[in-house]
């Protein structure tokens, strides 16, 4: 279940003053250079929060070089969930006043996180409780836009930001955790990352948690970053045109198990559950015949589902082969 903290909620609306937190794992260490120099005068401080990475040393050297970047580095790898959370205890206890949270290959543009922090600041001083605002990105391998989730009956909305919507705050009901700024206020109040989810559906269980919670959350238009998903990603017909990101085999086995044990609990919503099902449904059709690693996907995704049934949480099996 999520982590909490035992920390007093601040009276005021958070600042732009942002430490970023960067989980590692294995990382291209040209990208990282490229993401640290991304985030120079954006951000007062960086947390790069390796989780066992054999090029652990490079990282450690790369943030030496920097008096506003720290190395915080676990032994082996304990999960995304708990390397968020540590950034995120790290950075409050600092006295940050909002985390960004970002990938190892997410490369923020000019201005991003002054986009993100206005649009922040703005919606509080508005009365909004904020949970998170968050940056739009354009898929590094193949440049395909993302959209702003919005739930609705049978399907979720894709919003996509156009040139009409610069300066535009488009509600949203989830988003990834890459590029999302959270105000401190926020973490005190909902607590942290579920960290028995290990790797998938962190991001989406802390906002439905939020959303159940009369919680908002914001996509901003004008922040932009370059993203990458999965291992490489895909073009199928699902009614219409969807990119598909394809992972190795043992991540559907995290997307499957964390789905079903979501959909066990009270908070998340019946639109979410029902559209997810259909989610995993279309997964399961092209990454078990058409895409990938096809049986290998097929009993990640089966394991996954029998493992959620039965409510285990935490890394995979070690006789699990990944």
Aim: with cysteine; proline share 6%; charged share 20%.
């Amino acid at each position: 279940m999520p982590t909490d903290i035992n920390m007093a909620t601040p009276p005021v609306p958070p600042s732009p003053g942002v430490t970023a937190v960067v989980v590692t794992y294995h990382p291209d260490p040209a990208t990282l250079a490229a993401q640290v120099k991304c985030l120079a005068g954006q951000v007062e401080r960086l947390l790069l929060v390796d989780n066992g990475s054999g090029n652990a040393a490079e990282i450690a050297a790369l943030a030496g070089e920097y008096d506003w970047v720290e190395f915080i580095g676990a032994g082996s790898n304990r999960g995304l969930g708990w390397a968020h959370n540590e950034g995120i205890r790290r950075g409050l206890a600092d006295g940050a006043d909002a985390i960004l949270l970002l990938d190892q290959d997410s490369l923020p543009r000019s201005g991003m996180v002054a986009a993100l922090a206005r649009a922040l600041v703005g919606q509080c001083q508005r009365g909004v409780q904020v949970a998170a605002v968050g940056a739009r990105y354009l898929g590094s391998d193949i440049g395909h836009p993302s959209y702003f989730v919005q739930f609705r009956p049978l399907r979720f909305r894709h919003h996509f930001c156009t040139e009409k919507d610069a300066g535009e705050i488009i509600p949203a009901d989830m988003l990834i955790s890459s590029g999302a700024l959270f105000p401190r206020e926020a973490l005190l109040e909902l607590g942290l990352m579920d960290e028995g989810l290990f790797i998938d559906h962190i991001d989406t269980e802390w906002f439905l948690r939020a959303k159940d919670r009369g919680w908002r959350v914001f996509g901003v238009c004008d922040a932009v970053m370059d993203h990458g998903l999965g291992e490489r990603t895909v073009m199928v017909w699902l009614g219409r045109w969807r990119y598909l990101p394809v992972h190795q085999p043992f991540r559907y086995y995290y997307i499957y198990r964390n789905s079903v044990l979501l959909y066990r609990r009270s908070y998340p919503s019946r639109r979410w559950k029902y559209t997810d099902m259909l989610r995993l449904a279309k997964m399961f059709v092209v990454f078990s015949l058409f895409a990938g690693n096809r049986r290998q996907n097929l009993r990640m995704m089966c394991r996954g589902l029998a493992d959620g049934f039965k409510g285990r949480s935490g890394p995979i099996d070690a006789d699990l082969p990944r």
